[in-house]
T-cell receptor
Framework: GAVVSQHPSWVICKSGTSVKIECRSLDFQATTMFWYRQFPKQSLMLMATSNEGSKATYEQGVEKDKFLINHASLTLSTLTVTSAHPEDSSFYIC????????????FGSGTRLTVV | KNEVEQSPQNLTAQEGEFITINCSYS?????LHWLQQHPGGGIVSLFMLSSGKKKHGRFIATINIQEKHSSLHITASHPRDSAVYICAVRAGGADGLTFGKGTHLIIQP
């Protein structure tokens, strides 16, 4: 149990376009979702924390107007990369805390974004 | 600032060998996680530790809170264990995780 489904698994887009990444909790309600980014051979870095029904909290250095996070329901959080540039090419992954009674976090399968 | 250091960065071993991956961190934590990242990028949570030792199949994780150190061991390693193993900590009071850079493990047949 406690599965997070992330889509798409990979996407290629042109510079200047926007890309939406979805994370759905399939069998539990995720009140909090974390969004991470991973550049090649680097650590996963927390970008933002989203709580259902409220504004996301962004980490220092992450542009909130560029990386729009919406967590409108207990089972869906989305990350939209707006006006994408090649430097936004990265691996994006979401994570949610497991539901009460379970410990730890569950991760989406990740989205590899390539901006050309 | 919380730093998470892993060693080694890369490890190649023969099938059947005993594997140890180490993780050190710099601040007080509420929990430490060991994650397995497959070549496609997907991440699986192996362990969450706040003290002592846990075992799941051939995988064993230990943590020493006083020394701010954890180890992940794999017994009787197998080529399917080849992956990146990541140590991540949740600092006391923080919400998200801070990750190490990972250890790239290759088990050769």
């Amino acid at each position: 149990g406690a599965v997070v489904s992330q889509h798409p698994s990979w996407v290629i887009c042109k510079s200047g376009t926007s890309v939406k990444i979805e994370c759905r909790s399939l069998d539990f309600q995720a009140t909090t979702m974390f969004w991470y980014r991973q550049f090649p051979k680097q650590s996963l870095m927390l970008m933002a924390t989203s709580n259902e029904g409220s504004k996301a909290t962004y980490e220092q250095g992450v542009e909130k107007d560029k990386f729009l996070i919406n967590h409108a329901s207990l089972t869906l959080s989305t990350l939209t990369v707006t006006s994408a540039h090649p430097e936004d090419s990265s691996f994006y992954i979401c994570s949610a805390r497991r539901p009460p009674g379970h410990r730890g976090y569950t991760f989406g399968s990740g989205t590899r974004l390539t901006v050309v | 600032k919380n730093e998470v250091e892993q060693s080694p960065q890369n490890l190649t071993a023969q099938e059947g060998e005993f594997i140890t991956i180490n993780c050190s961190y710099s601040v007080g934590i509420s929990a430490l996680h060991w994650l397995q990242q497959h070549p496609g990028g997907g991440i699986v949570s192996l362990f969450m530790l706040s003290s002592g030792k846990k075992k799941h199949g051939r995988f064993i994780a230990t943590i020493n809170i006083q020394e701010k150190h954890s180890s992940l061991h794999i017994t009787a390693s197998h080529p399917r264990d080849s992956a990146v193993y990541i140590c991540a900590v949740r600092a006391g009071g923080a919400d998200g995780l801070t990750f190490g850079k990972g250890t790239h493990l290759i088990i050769q047949p």
